[in-house]
């Protein structure tokens, strides 16, 4: 109720006539005063937060454009334009630019997002006062123009150059002067109606309504431009009072939600530059942070900080294979089972791709260091159940120790990388603590990658072929094919580089030239007369895993004109075992008839299933249980029982490394149906193979020099 409407007219007038005077006196100065520092309030309220909204939206550049220069980096270092045009949409999502052009190093355009990118190629000028980390930010008449370089520390791939509109900013200001005149109307308003009013009432009606119009006018101006004062330092948590429904009390709701809105973009922008999105741990730039932390507070105690640096094992196989939604699925897993085995305290990071750290603070003990490498390794161990079918997958584990293996940063990350790498040539769901004698063995093995690298394109790479013979007759029936490499005049031991070659992926780059000179091999042995014989070639699983593969062979068979049955290709057990493009090939390659043989059977993780399921056609028994078959019961029994398995499904056996006429009766009383080794043939170039060939009786081999065994 108006605390006027209980005033009765005469008593009123009673007042008015004793009081008008005094009161038009006390009324005229308080209004003035009142009606004066309203308007200069408004004036100062309009104005600032003009000033701060100016300033938030550059601090909101600076911080967008550091955020965004590192995550641009991968993609524009890599040259991927679809990534990159996936980041400029998200850029257009958060600052709702004019413009966005990614320019290379030179300041030329690489991609404006679109797909025709009419600029392409069209070159800016870089400002000179650009430097990394830091966005340079311009007013001009077409709008704010934002660079800031792409990179990561002062590496620097390229620029990002931004064209801001000022539609937001001036749209925002013309609401806030709406809403400030209309308040300023209404005050103006109802100053008139008090002004008029207190004319007829007394002089302590008149303090009354003065009080009343400090209270309900005056305040709120003042707790207005007091929490803009705040929201310009940065303090977006200050709120305004909302005392009334009218004019103020809508402005100071406007401004509470306008910052409440400010708070939430600032801390979603804090969180996207800080963590990773997929998984929400730490990302790369938040770990360097915390390790920077970890380092200076170990330096001033005294202490040692473990850097783990963690790889899935056989992760791009699944993820290519059955897509990134399952991929990034599992990476979510993943880095819920890690988290419940470290403490709160350590930091677990996600590199990217596959590949995580962890930081550990106050402990020093290797004991302990391998404790927990063996927890996270054991609580990825269970299979992951994705969809209706259980995914098995392990980690490689690296440990770096600081001071003791590295006191600088860059130089720590990188020796637990090395240990990593050490961890995988050891097995899946291995750990491997960083030891100078390792840096020396990555050493060395870099400079192999490079040699072989070197020896693909200098084509140094040839082919050799040891027979393969009937148990009962001896009668020539196959020849392997097996990989060697030249160096020089001397040809390398292939346990030297075969290893080196699957482990680097540069096996597959060989696969296409290998079946072409087995195919021109086995072409060329058919036309001097061996038109029996069938061509074996011993495939890595990662050359296997090529999704081309059965499309390369059926060009080798039509090129060379060869029938399907004389190619056989030779794969380790394990090849098959949960990879579904390795099993997808075997299926097509039977299709077409082409043979299959399991090599080194019985050294690997055995499934008996596969040997139906796929058409195996050969078991190749590994020579380590061959060599002791004499000698050795538990190997003369391992053997008997994979040649009465194959004897029992049909398939054919053979068995490799015999060096012994013995050896050789005992496997043919057995049932073994081929054998293969020294007692036969070293392997041998393709025309030392074709005179061996003709030189050749069944039951007395020859002594014939050749190379290495395979």
């Known amino acids: 109720m108006h605390p006027l409407q209980g005033i009765s007219a005469r008593y009123a007038i009673f007042i008015a006539s004793i009081l008008l005077g005094a009161m038009g006196l006390v009324l005229a100065l308080a209004g003035y005063f009142v009606f004066a520092g309203t308007n200069e309030l408004r004036q100062e309220l309009t104005a600032s937060f003009s000033s701060v909204q100016d ?68 070159r800016y000028g870089i400002p000179g006062e650009l430097v990394p980390g830091q966005a340079l930010i311009q007013d001009g008449a077409a709008g704010r123009l934002v660079y800031f370089t792409i990179g990561h520390g002062q590496e620097i791939a390229g620029y990002a150059r931004v064209l801001l509109s000022d539609a937001r900013h001036l749209s925002l200001l013309a609401a806030l002067r709406t809403e400030v005149e209309d308040a300023w109307r209404g005050f103006v308003d109802r100053f008139v109606a008090i002004a008029f009013v207190s004319l007829l009432v007394t002089i302590l009606v008149s303090l009354a309504i003065g009080l009343r119009l400090s209270v309900s006018l005056s305040r709120p101006l003042r707790d207005m431009s007091r929490v803009v004062e ?16 009218d004019e103020l009390g809508r402005l100071a709701r406007s401004l509470n939600q306008m910052a409440s809105e400010h708070e939430r973009a600032r801390d979603q922008l804090l969180r996207l530059a800080n963590y990773d999105e997929l998984t929400g741990l730490p990302n790369r730039h938040l770990f360097y942070d915390r390790l920077r932390r970890a380092i200076g507070r170990a ?42 085995v470290i403490r709160a305290e350590d930091t677990l990071a996600r590199m990217g791709g596959d590949e995580f750290t962890l930081i550990v603070e ?95 394109d200098r084509q140094e790479f040839e082919l050799h072929y040891q027979p393969e013979v009937r148990a009962d007759d001896g009668r020539l029936v196959a020849v392997e094919a097996l990989l060697r490499w030249r160096d020089g005049d001397s040809l390398r031991p292939p346990s030297s580089f075969i290893g080196a070659l699957e482990e680097s992926g ?32 011993n495939l890595s699983a990662r ?18 004109d060869l029938q399907p049955e004389r190619f056989e290709l030779e794969i380790t057990e394990s090849t098959l075992l949960d990879d579904t493009l390795s099993q997808s090939n075997a299926s097509r390659l039977a299709e077409r008839g082409v043979r299959l043989a399991i090599d080194d059977f019985g050294t690997g993780y055995s499934s008996l299933t596969y040997l ?33 398995l194959a004897v029992g499904l ?49 039951g007395q081999p020859l002594a014939v020099r050749g190379s290495d065994p395979g």
């Open 362 to 456: 106050g402990v020093c003990d290797e004991f302990a260091l391998q404790t927990i490498a063996q927890k996270m390794i054991g609580a990825l161990a269970p299979p992951f159940a994705i969809g209706e079918r259980p995914f098995h997958i392990s980690v490689s584990v690296g440990i770096a120790i600081y001071p003791r293996d590295a006191d600088a940063l860059d130089t720590l990350l990188k020796h637990a990388d090395t240990a990593m790498y050490a961890a995988k040539g050891q097995g899946p769901g291995s750990s491997r603590f960083f030891t100078l004698e390792l840096q020396q063995l990555v050493h060395e093995r870099l400079e192999l990658e490079q040699a072989m690298r070197r020896a693909i």
């Open 55 to 122: 300033t938030y939206d550059v601090q909101a550049l600076r911080a967008s454009s550091g955020y965004l220069g590192d995550r641009l980096f991968d993609p524009l270092y890599n040259l991927d334009l679809t990534a990159l045009e996936e980041e400029i949409a998200r850029i257009d999502a958060w600052l709702s630019p004019r413009s966005v052009l990614i320019l290379d190093a030179a300041g030329r355009v690489i991609t404006d997002g679109s797909a025709d990118n009419p600029d392409h190629g069209r």
């Open 506 to 537: 540069l096996i597959a780059q060989l696969t296409p030239w290998v079946l072409r000179e087995a195919g021109m091999a086995l072409r060329d042995l058919q036309r001097q007369g061996l038109t029996d014989l069938r061509m074996c070639v």
């Open 612 to 644: 139906k399921r796929f058409d195996v056609d050969v078991l190749k028994i590994d020579g380590s249980f061959v060599r002791d078959m004499l000698e050795d019961q538990e190997d003369a029994q391992i053997v008997a029982a994979v040649l009465a």
């Open 650 to 698: 049909g398939i054919e056996s053979v068995a490799e490394r015999v060096e012994s006429p013995a050896q050789m009766e005992r496997l043919s009383a057995l049932g073994c149906d081929l054998i293969q080794g020294y007692l036969v043939c070293r392997p041998l170039g393709l025309q030392d193979l074709a005179d061996w060939a003709r030189q050749y009786a069944p």
């Open 299 to 340: 330096r001033r105690a005294r202490r040692q900080v473990a850097l783990f640096f963690l790889d899935l094992d056989r992760f791009k196989a699944i993820n290519d294979t059955l897509g990134h939604d399952v991929g990034d699925d599992l990476l979510r897993r993943v880095a819920g089972r890690l988290r419940q």
């Open 543 to 560: 050359q296997f895993q090529q999704p081309d593969l059965p499309d390369l062979i059926e060009q080798v068979l039509a090129g060379c």
């Open 230 to 245: 705040q929201y310009a330092a940065g303090n977006l948590a200050q709120k305004l009072p909302e005392r009334s429904q």
